[in-house]
């Protein structure tokens, strides 16, 4: 049973509550059922450690079953990377099954429920049968075929079983109930015509069972004692029911099935529609591009197993759709990579560093500790030499009083070696410069115990030594959309929001000792972040994907368009407070600009709307938003964008006024604008008395127009 020590989930307590009410543990099996049309994403990783889990800790069986009925969509390839996703994960199935291996048993019962009078073939079209079905709030009318004879029924279903009929000319329907208040009670498909072929019975099957007939009988024949799935499944619950009673058998083991949140993650996507079609369009390179929500684009990525695990863990399992922070995700990869991965040395943007001081033609090999954090990794050998990379970034020829890497006349330590001191640059006819030329301390070698060496200096730098350097193709991925739920707009398609910066290719140059690393071996490099080989590796070519930085960045991103809105808000009170029309602007412009910089779709959208008020700082600042922002006012609920025009065009404020008026001047919508034209007009036959004379210029501008 679950440990007492720790709180139980809800399905859990499901679970309890059944062994409790008299059902033997010996009886208790799980299942996870994915249907092969696409590779398995992250929210299946949560429902693989959801069902897996319970095995583990109910010491019971837990099948890998395949819902296999929809030739149409799914291949073998995706049954081979389900299965590698699922034994990648760590877990291990009893047995592995398909709803195609009970197509006959499926059979047999859909004519048992045609001799009961309780299925029946319908010959009208889908858009007939769509209208019959009626809607959510009226009820549905009787198929004309409804009350065909048993005879008939079983005399077609034989038929189109033969494949003597074209699909879509007739399907097999439950019989139920055409007023339920279930849409989906409404006389469901049970079997359509395909002539298609299927990845494991061949050609033998012209008709193939729907998910909601195959799910539940095969659940039944699996002796499957608790069918857990997503809650768009529950209203699915009434009909999974409904069709065990047409077979149960009182003596075996009835399935139950409940339904658990799905938890989406935010700035991707895990529908397989739409990953699909991310790949289809070719917006990715593949299903397992590192970009990707699918486990295998995230173990291509670097993620490990054990970080995949623990996220699912760590969300948990609800009763209500949640939208995760995929920070959480790329907390529990730093985590895991942090205590078992060698830490090395390669250089992303080099520039060239010479000691000017080191004897030409030398060279040592320091010890580098491998990971702090596990005292077992040991030590290696790096070798310095006179010419270094060092990172570009990691230089600044005159600098301020707070940055702690290398300047002229300034001290810095080289990382496992010597403290050095910037001298001069060089630098080539644009003025960029080409190489920094320092001096070191011959006494200082890190580690050597020396006075010298032991002195505190402003900051450490990695580096490579350039006559040992080994090249590498370095590919920095980003989050593959610029919003946090780019599916979540309904007037937006998803493709909208992708980050068009998701994916750079640079040239890097990393230490000898990387020189024969493998696929999926996995480094931090120091000071950058964390890299995993990628299968396009070669002996002559090395070629790392960027897993995760050491830092969130995207945290530190949002934080800081946060701050740079709540500034800008403050900012704008002092546009009603200056004299001059030349302060004014000055204002309006370091606010567009900062406003200008506000990448996050739903920052802006939330900014807009929470500033429709009757606060004329508000008004102002939410038509700036409208001004200057990325979006256009089709973003933004229409709802939203009239209510914010109606009040900034009666605003006592002639800055609103007319800030309004210049925008809805200038909107792209002509239609949309005609709805404020008896507003413009009221304002040109009766202007306010603060009313400026340009305000007045414009309202006769707009009148004419």
């Known amino acids: 049973m679950a440990s007492e020590e720790k709180s139980l989930n809800f399905i859990e307590q499901i679970i309890e509550e059944d062994l409790k009410s008299g059902l033997s543990q010996t009886k208790l099996h799980f299942r996870f059922p994915p249907e092969p049309n696409g590779y398995l994403h992250i929210g299946h990783a949560s429902s693989i450690a959801l069902n897996f889990g319970l095995g583990i800790d109910y010491q019971s069986p837990v099948n890998l079953r395949f819902d296999d009925t929809n030739p149409e969509k799914e291949e073998q390839e995706f049954v081979d990377a389900i299965k590698k996703d699922v034994e990648w ?68 279903f034989e038929r189109m079983k033969n494949g003597e009929f074209e699909a879509g000319t007739h399907i097999l329907r439950a019989k139920i109930d055409m007023k339920s208040t279930n849409m989906l009670m ?37 002796e499957i004692s608790h069918s857990f799935c997503t809650l768009e499944f529950l209203p699915h619950r009434e009909l999974y029911d409904w069709f065990l009673d047409q077979i149960i058998d009182e003596n075996q083991i009835r399935p139950k099935q409940r339904e658990f949140a799905r938890r989406n993650l935010s700035h991707t996507v895990v529908s397989k529609r739409k990953l699909q079609q991310l790949v289809k369009e070719k917006h990715v390179n593949g299903w397992d591009d590192p970009r990707m929500s699918t486990i295998s684009g995230l173990r291509r990525r670097g993620y490990t197993a054990a970080s995949l695990r623990n996220f699912a863990n760590t969300i948990g399992i609800a009763k209500r759709d949640n939208l995760i922070n995929v920070s959480v995700l790329e907390f529990c990869i730093r985590e895991d990579l942090n205590k078992i991965v060698p830490r090395v040395m390669a250089v992303l943007d080099p520039v060239k560093l010479v000691i000017t001081n080191y004897p030409e033609g030398k060279e040592e090999w320091l010890e580098a500790e ?74 200082s070698l890190s580690g050597s115990g020396t006075e010298a060496s032991q002195r505190k200096v402003s900051g450490t730098l990695h580096w490579v030594s350039i006559q040992h350097a080994v090249e590498a193709e370095v590919r920095m991925y980003d989050r593959l959309f610029t919003d946090e739920a780019p599916d979540s707009y309904k007037d937006k398609n998803f493709l909208d929001f992708v980050n068009p910066n998701s994916l750079e290719i640079i ?81 309006e412009s370091a606010i567009g600009e900062s406003i ?38 089709a973003d933004f609920e229409e709802e939203d ?21 210049l925008n809805l001047r200038d909107l792209e919508v002509e239609n949309f604008r005609d709805q404020f034209q008896d507003e413009i007009l009221k304002l040109y036959s009766n202007p306010p008395k603060n009313a400026s004379e340009r305000e007045i210029e414009i309202f006769s501008e707009m009148v004419k127009k």
């Open 89 to 156: 994960l760590g877990y291990t199935w009893a047995e592995e099954r398909y709803a195609s291996d009970y197509f006959q048993q499926l059979y047999d019962w859909a004519v048992l429920l045609i001799k009961k009078d309780k299925a029946y073939v319908d010959s009208q079209s889908s858009e007939d049968m769509a209208i019959q079905k009626g809607t959510p709030s009226t009820v549905g009318t009787d198929s004309p075929y409804r009350n065909r004879s048993v005879e008939e029924n079983l005399d077609l």
């Open 186 to 222: 409404r006389d469901p498909i049970m079997y359509r015509i395909l002539h298609r072929h299927h990845h494991r019975t061949g050609d033998d099957w012209k008709i193939y069972p729907m998910y909601d007939w195959a799910h539940g009988q095969s659940d039944y024949l699996e």
């Open 370 to 443: 491998n990971n702090q954090e596990d005292e077992n990794a040991g030590f290696r050998k790096v070798p310095f030499s006179r010419e270094l990379y060092i990172e570009r970034e990691d230089f600044l020829e005159e600098a301020p009083a707070k940055f702690f890497r290398l300047t002229l006349g300034k001290e810095v330590r080289l990382k496992n070696a010597y403290i050095i001191k910037g001298e001069s640059v060089i630098k080539d006819a644009a003025g960029n410069i080409t190489e920094i030329h320092v001096t070191y301390d011959t006494d």
């Open 507 to 587: 040239k890097g140059f990393v230490e000898p000792s990387l020189a024969t690393a493998q696929n999926e071996d996995k480094f931090q490099f120091q000071r950058l972040g964390y890299f995993t080989v990628d299968k396009d590796s070669t002996a002559s070519k090395l070629v790392f994907n960027k897993t995760v930085g050491l830092k969130d960045a995207w945290e530190e991103k949002g934080k800081k368009e946060e701050n740079s809105i709540n500034n800008s808000l403050k900012d704008i009170n002092k546009y009603f407070k200056v004299e001059t029309k030349p302060e004014r602007i000055a204002i």
């Open 596 to 633: 200008k910089n506000v990448s996050s779709f739903s920052l802006l959208q939330n900014s807009l709307k929470k500033n429709i008020n009757n606060n004329k700082a508000s008004l102002l600042f939410a038509q700036f938003i409208l001004k200057y922002s990325h979006l256009k006012s």
């Open 641 to 661: 964008i009239k209510k914010l025009y109606t009040m900034s065009l009666r605003s006592e404020s002639s800055f609103v006024r007319s800030k309004a008026l």
